[in-house]
């Protein structure tokens, strides 16, 4: 009896604690959350605890996509529309989807050149590789810059895309050539026999066999970029054409100081894609984060 | 003798379907990455001044972007095949590895060195100006100052994050909400550093004492009796506010991998430990924390060396004001602030400098693992 009581009083205090720590945790989102739907008014007058349900509205949501909604009176209907998010929204998918899939791509191509072919030169390279898993990228930001000026190229997506690649490369380099050098030997022995040159078996062949380690690090890398600020305004500026969420919304921050409803409905669009892939692909996400655990 | 002469000729004639042959393949070698540097161009141009719907821009670029890099590799690919066997040997593992090391070189080993020297020079890199930089770098009260909260970071932010996530991989282990516990936690870990410094400039926020509160902490603190507090231009304790930024974005990351090596703790062992009666907290000291320990040094690495560099919460939240400069906010505000690419290349070398055990470590690391 004082046994099972005493199982019960641990279950109690374990799942009490637990509940406390979740609840610290989750607060923070909710806020945001609730605020969101919450019109102007209310997200200034009262806290987000004090719900009226009855309040709740989308109209922030359509004022972040269409833009902010600013009184006045020339124009019809007594209102005229602000910058709107909806550019960002597609700017951080243009720079993020190239972003990530080069990398990938290169780093593919690298390792298997590493793992299985033999060259001059090829475990100094590897070593460059790991070395440079831990260089803090703010080391390459000045001399870059200084390039880019040169060949035109700041602001320009073309920038961007290069620069994640060449940030991002070490680590997509590295992971996958520990599991490309992992592949059985007589898969490709076999391959080779037949006939086959490099180009088709890794085409053909690794590509489809590393399914896995590409799609953990696409993850990582994904959301590397998509929450990436200090890149992103060092390489691309704050041109409304070309700029990315986490600008945008950080200038939000600056000059919307006092537009809460539209800031939390703001950082709910720039998260809603990670989150997606967070809850779509959250094996994924959880076995890239432990692989990726070594870099810099 | 006739026999001889048609040999002959045929021989020439098939030396000269030969060279036709080789002319037109360089021919072909040629004009194909001419053409395809054509096409690249002409994309490049239509992205730079294009005017079509942004939609439309969008997915051009994509394609471009994302089919030149694979168009490269076919192209090269194709190059290298029409060599002699010899050459091709030779060649390929080139194009396979060729463009990461280009890219590397120039992004992450060139810079490097460009950086160091860069550091000598004056704002515009003219001028040799010797260790001044660095005595800048070193010396100046701004930059003391983000040194000590950057400690701070490193200190109170790794050992929260580890302590947290460590603490509720356990009760998780222990509970039947193990799931979804570790769900919530993780979570944060989806959201960007910007994105969560909204989150929590809302939570800090702060009105005037005897209006109503909408900041979180301040309508807690007034509702239990207190004052209302700007907790954000509160030194020295704003570092700590946004320490805990920091604490509740990385907490999902440690729990996560401290998480997996608890599972792997034997199950024995720890039964073995309970029969000759210890209790729980000599079994976590004295079995289980030994057990996970070089997990833990990997997951504390990890977030040093993220808090090392941390720059978005600070620019965010107070824009290095009041007190909460970092390092990296330091170099961004050399860099574009002040425009003195000297000192921000010092800076830069100094948080290169901080992270070279890490490098080191993971050399040995991989040294260690396998004979390359």
Same mark, same amino acid.
């Given at each position: ?11 109690? $205090? ?8 979740? =609840? ?15 019109? *102007? ?63 990938? $791509?290169? !780093? ?13 030169? *090829? ?15 703010? +080391? ?19 920038? +961007? ?10 680590? !997509? ?31 053909? $062949? ?7 380690? =590409?799609?953990?690090?696409?993850? =990582? ?14 390489? +691309? ?39 997606? +892939? ?19 | ?18 060279? #036709? ?27 730079? @001044? ?9 997915? #051009? ?40 090391? /280009? ?25 040799? #100006? ?42 998780? @282990? ?34 005037? &004492? ?10 807690? #603190? ?5 004052? &209302? ?118 800076? /830069? ?24």
């Amino acid at each position: 009896m004082s046994k099972k009581r005493q199982k019960l009083i641990s279950d109690i $205090l374990v799942n009490g604690s637990l509940l406390l720590l979740c =609840l610290i945790w989750t607060l923070p989102s909710l806020g945001m959350l609730v605020s969101s739907f919450r019109p *102007r008014d209310d997200v200034l007058t009262t806290g987000w605890w004090k719900i009226d349900w009855s309040q709740l509205t989308l109209k922030n949501y359509d004022q972040v996509f269409s833009g902010k909604e600013i009184a006045d009176a020339s124009m019809p209907g007594g209102v005229a529309k602000g910058e709107d998010m909806s550019q960002a929204f597609l700017n951080s998918l243009v720079v993020t989807v190239p972003s990530t899939i080069i990398p990938i $791509l290169i !780093a593919a191509f690298a390792a298997y050149g590493f793992a299985w072919m033999k060259f001059p030169g *090829r475990k100094v390279f590897f070593i460059m590789v790991v070395a440079m898993l831990a260089v803090p990228l703010q +080391i390459a930001l000045i001399p870059i810059l200084r390039d880019y000026t040169k060949l035109d190229l700041n602001g320009t997506f073309l920038a +961007i895309w290069l620069a994640h690649t060449g940030f991002g490369l070490p680590l !997509a380099t590295y992971l996958l050539y520990n599991y490309i050098s992992a592949l059985p030997r007589d898969i490709l022995e076999s391959a080779f026999i037949d006939g086959a040159s490099h180009f088709t078996i890794f085409t053909r $062949l690794i590509l489809q066999l590393s399914i896995p380690a =590409l799609a953990s690090f696409a993850i =990582l890398q994904f959301m590397w970029v998509w929450n990436d600020l200090l890149v992103a305004l060092v390489f +691309i500026g704050s041109r409304p054409e070309v700029a990315v969420l986490t600008q945008r919304l950080m200038d939000m921050t600056g000059s919307r100081g006092q537009d809460w409803h539209l800031l939390m409905a703001g950082a709910f669009v720039t998260m809603s894609v990670p989150l997606f +892939i967070f809850f779509m692909l959250q094996r994924y996400f959880v076995r890239g984060i432990l692989a990726g655990s070594v870099k810099g | 003798m006739v026999a001889m002469e048609t040999s002959e000729n045929s021989l020439q004639s098939s030396r000269f379907f030969d060279l #036709v042959a080789w002319l037109g393949r360089l021919a072909v070698s040629l004009i194909v990455p001419i053409c395809t540097f054509l096409v690249m161009w002409r994309g490049f141009i239509f992205l730079r @001044d294009g005017a079509a719907p942004k939609l439309v821009m969008a997915l #051009v670029a994509i394609i471009w972007g994302v089919g030149g890099v694979a168009i490269l590799f076919v192209v090269s690919n194709w190059l290298v095949e029409r060599l002699s066997v010899r050459w091709r040997s030779y060649l390929l593992p080139f194009v396979f590895v060729g463009p990461g090391l /280009a890219i590397l070189t120039w992004y992450l080993f060139l810079p490097t060195v460009r950086t160091l020297y860069y550091g000598f020079f004056n704002r515009t890199s003219t001028k040799f #100006v010797g260790f001044n930089n660095f005595i800048f770098a070193l010396t100046d009260k701004a930059m003391l100052e983000s040194f000590r909260n950057n400690l701070l970071w490193l200190i109170v932010g790794t050992s929260l994050s580890v302590i947290f996530g460590l603490l509720i991989a356990i009760l998780a @282990d222990r509970s039947k909400f193990e799931k979804i516990a570790k769900s919530l936690i993780f979570l944060p870990q989806a959201i960007s550093f910007v994105g969560a410094g909204v989150i929590w400039r809302f939570i800090y926020y702060y009105r005037p &004492p005897g209006e109503e509160q909408i900041g979180l902490l301040n309508a807690i #603190v007034v509702a239990l009796g207190g004052e &209302p507090l700007a907790w954000l231009t509160l030194r020295p304790w704003n570092t700590f506010f946004l320490i805990a930024i920091m604490v509740w974005l990385q907490t999902g990351f440690a729990m996560i991998i401290l998480s997996a090596a608890l599972k792997g703790v034997p199950e024995e062992l720890l039964e073995a430990a309970r029969i000759d009666g210890a209790t729980e907290i000599q079994i976590f000291f004295g079995i289980i924390i030994p057990y996970i320990q070089g997990t833990i040094i990997t997951v504390s690495t990890t977030i040093l060396i993220a808090t090392l560099k941390i720059f978005d919460i600070v620019f965010v939240m107070t824009n290095g004001l009041y007190g909460t400069e970092v390092m990296a906010s330091q170099q961004y505000k050399q860099m574009f602030k002040y425009q003195d690419f000297g000192r921000g290349s010092a800076v /830069a070398i100094i948080l290169l400098i901080t992270v070279i055990p890490v490098m080191f470590y993971n050399l040995r690391q991989f040294r260690e693992r396998e004979a390359f």
